[in-house]
C-alpha cells in the first residue's frame, strides 16, 4: 500500500512538472517565432530529377567508362544538391543542337529547362511555353545569385523580362569581350615587315603574306575567313566583325545617330567603305574563294596548315591556332597579338553586346523549376570559390587537368559580367607573382601558363598568347581606359517586328554583303539594300527602337 502511494505520488509530481513546463512552453511561444520541425533523413536526402538537352563539343573528353548519361559530374550534382540531370537529348555539335531545339519548341516537346535564343526566348513566352520565373527565382536563388547576375546593373535581367515577369535566366557573359588582331610574327620578320598598327599595315602584310608565300605551300592567302562572317556568335574567330571595327562600321549594333536617336549599324555608309576593301583583297586573290562553303574548322585548316598568317577572333582565338602552332613538343609558328587597326587618324571601336545572347528558360510543364535554380546557385559557388572536392565539375573524378574540359557538362552555365584579368594576368605571369591572383579563373590561366613558361608543358602555348605580358588580355587595360569600344544601346526584349523580321533582313544582309565581297556586283549595291531593308521591316524596327530608348535612356 505504502508502495502503490509512493508510485501515484511520483504520478502526480511528473504531471505536475509537465503541466507547470507546458505552461512555459505556452507562454514563450507567443512571444518566439513557431520552430520549424527538422527535416528528417529521407526528405533531407531527398533527389529530384531535372530533364535539359546538351550539345557535344569537341573539347570535351569523357574519361574511361563514362558518356553524357553517367559522368562524375552529374553525379556530384545528384550527390550536392539533390538534383539527378537527364538529358531528353544530345546533339553532335552546337550546330545541330540549335535546329533541334528549333523542333522541339514547333512540337512543343521541351525538356524541363534549356537554352534558347532570345527571339525563341519571346516566342516561347507569348505561346505561354515556359513558366513565369519571377517567384522561383526570388525565393531560391541565393543572396550570391543576386548580386552575381545583377553587376551590370540589372541589364541583362531586364533583356529575360517581359511585362514584368522574368522569363528566363541570362546566359550572361562578360560583355567587355573585345576582339583582336592575330598575325604571323615569324612570317613578319621572315619578310621584313613591320608589326601592323594601321589598316594599310595591314593590307601590306595580307599582300606580303599572298604573293611571296612564306609558308612555302604554293597557295597562300592573305586572310582567313569562314562562311559565316557577320555572325558575332558563331565567328569570334575567322569572322569579319573586327575588319568592319576597322572603318568604324559594326554589325548589327543599335548606335546613337548624333541627334538623341538609335539607328542600325547594318545601313550606315561605313559598312560600305569595308566592303569595298574587302571586294579589292577578293579581286586580289586575298581571300578564298571557297570561304563561303568553310565553317570555322574548316577554314582555320588554312592556319594549321601554312596557307594563311592573318585572322581576327576573340582573346580565346591562340586556343584555336595551336592546332597548327605546337607539333611534336615543339612551337612550330609563332603568332602576334595586336589591337584592331584603323583605316584612319581616329582608333578603331570594338563592338561590343549587352554579354548575354541566350537564356535559360523553364517549361510550365517542370515539376522542379527550384531545381534549376539550384544548379545555378550551386555553378557559381563552384565555378568562384570551390573547395578541393568541387574540382570533380571541372576536371572530372580525378579531380586533376587532364584537358578533358569536364566544365561543359554544366548544363547551366553563367559568366562573370566584369574581370579584371587584364590587369592581373599579365603581372602575375611576368614576374612568376601568383600572390596577386584574386579568382578562380586566373588561378588557373596563371598554372596553364607557367607550365608553357617552365617547359613543363609546352601544348600550354596558348594560354601565354592569351594570358601572358604580351597577350590578348594585357592589351585589354587600355582600351577599357580610352574607352575604344561602342557598346550596343539597345538591351530590351525583341520588338515585335524584330521578332517577325530581323532574320529576314539579316539574311538579306549576308546576301548582298557577300555578292559585293565576292565581285558579283558592284558595291553601290549597299545603297540598294538600304532602302530595301527599310521597307523590309527597318524602319518599323527602328520606330519600336526608339519608343524603348525614349524610357530607358541612361
Not at 252 to 258: A, H, K
Not at 292 to 321: F, R
Request: glycine share 6%; proline share 5%.
Amino acid at each position: 500500500m505504502k508502495k502503490k502511494s509512493r508510485i501515484l505520488l511520483i504520478v502526480a509530481l511528473i504531471l505536475s512538472l509537465t503541466i507547470t513546463a507546458c505552461g512555459k512552453t505556452t507562454n514563450e511561444g507567443e512571444k518566439q517565432p513557431e520552430k520549424q520541425p527538422e527535416k528528417s533523413v529521407e526528405q533531407k536526402n531527398e533527389v529530384i530529377e531535372v530533364s535539359t538537352v546538351s550539345a557535344s563539343d569537341q573539347y570535351l573528353k569523357f574519361d574511361d567508362g563514362e558518356s553524357f548519361e553517367k559522368n562524375s559530374v552529374y553525379d556530384a550534382y545528384e550527390k550536392d544538391i539533390g538534383v539527378k540531370l537527364t538529358n531528353k537529348w544530345v546533339s553532335a555539335d552546337d550546330v545541330q543542337f540549335k535546329e533541334k531545339v528549333k523542333m522541339s519548341i514547333a512540337s512543343n516537346d521541351l525538356p524541363d529547362f534549356m537554352k534558347v535564343n532570345a527571339t525563341q526566348l519571346k516566342e516561347l513566352t507569348e505561346a505561354d511555353m515556359i513558366m513565369d520565373i519571377t517567384d522561383v527565382y526570388d525565393k531560391n536563388a541565393t543572396d550570391e545569385t543576386k548580386k552575381f547576375l545583377s553587376m551590370d546593373g540589372g541589364m541583362q535581367l531586364k533583356t529575360a523580362t517581359f511585362d514584368g515577369k522574368l522569363m528566363g535566366i541570362p546566359s550572361s557573359y562578360n560583355p567587355y569581350q573585345y576582339q583582336f588582331l592575330y598575325v604571323r610574327t615569324d612570317w613578319l620578320k621572315k619578310l621584313n615587315l613591320p608589326e601592323p598598327k594601321t589598316m594599310a599595315d595591314l593590307l601590306t602584310i595580307a599582300e606580303a603574306f599572298k604573293t611571296k608565300d612564306p609558308g612555302g605551300t604554293g597557295k597562300p592567302y592573305g586572310i582567313v575567313i569562314s562562311k559565316d562572317p557577320f555572325n558575332n556568335q558563331s565567328t569570334a574567330v575567322t569572322g569579319l566583325i573586327a575588319f568592319l571595327n576597322s572603318y568604324h562600321a559594326y554589325e548589327n549594333l543599335w548606335m546613337e545617330d548624333g541627334n538623341g536617336n538609335l539607328v542600325n549599324s547594318d545601313i550606315q555608309p561605313q559598312v560600305k567603305d569595308a566592303l569595298k576593301a574587302l571586294q579589292e583583297m577578293f579581286k586580289k586573290g586575298l581571300i578564298d574563294p571557297e570561304f563561303v562553303v568553310k565553317d570555322v574548322e574548316k577554314a582555320a585548316e588554312l592556319l594549321y596548315n601554312n596557307n594563311a598568317g592573318i585572322v581576327y577572333g576573340q582573346s580565346w582565338v591562340p586556343a584555336q591556332l595551336a592546332k597548327g602552332a605546337v607539333k611534336d613538343g615543339k612551337v612550330v609558328q609563332e603568332w602576334g597579338v595586336f589591337p584592331i587597326p584603323s583605316v584612319d587618324s581616329e582608333p578603331a571601336l570594338s563592338q561590343i553586346g549587352l554579354g548575354v545572347d541566350e537564356y535559360y528558360v523553364i517549361s510550365k510543364q517542370a515539376k522542379h523549376p527550384e531545381g534549376v535554380i539550384k544548379l545555378l546557385n550551386h555553378w557559381i559557388v563552384v565555378d568562384n570559390h570551390p573547395t578541393p572536392e568541387q574540382k570533380v565539375y571541372e576536371y572530372g573524378k580525378d579531380l586533376k587537368e587532364k584537358g578533358n574540359n569536364y566544365w561543359l557538362l554544366s548544363p547551366l552555365r553563367v559568366g562573370k559580367q566584369k574581370d579584371n584579368n587584364g590587369e592581373i594576368l599579365p603581372k602575375a605571369i611576368e614576374n612568376k607573382d601568383e600572390s596577386i591572383l584574386e579568382t578562380k579563373d586566373q588561378k588557373t590561366r596563371y598554372e596553364r601558363a607557367m607550365k608553357y613558361v617552365d617547359g613543363t608543358d609546352i601544348n600550354m602555348w596558348w594560354e601565354y598568347l592569351i594570358s601572358g605580358p604580351k597577350g590578348a588580355y594585357s592589351l585589354v587595360p587600355e582600351i577599357q581606359n580610352n574607352k575604344q569600344y561602342l557598346q550596343n544601346k539597345f538591351y530590351g526584349a525583341p520588338t515585335p517586328t524584330m521578332a517577325d523580321r530581323q532574320e529576314i533582313l539579316k539574311k538579306k544582309r549576308d546576301e548582298v554583303y557577300f555578292k559585293i565581297m565576292m565581285n558579283q556586283v558592284s558595291v553601290d549595291e549597299f545603297d540598294k539594300f538600304v532602302e530595301e531593308w527599310k521597307k523590309l521591316g527597318g524602319d518599323e524596327m527602328t520606330k519600336e527602337v526608339n519608343e524603348w530608348y525614349a524610357t530607358n535612356k541612361q
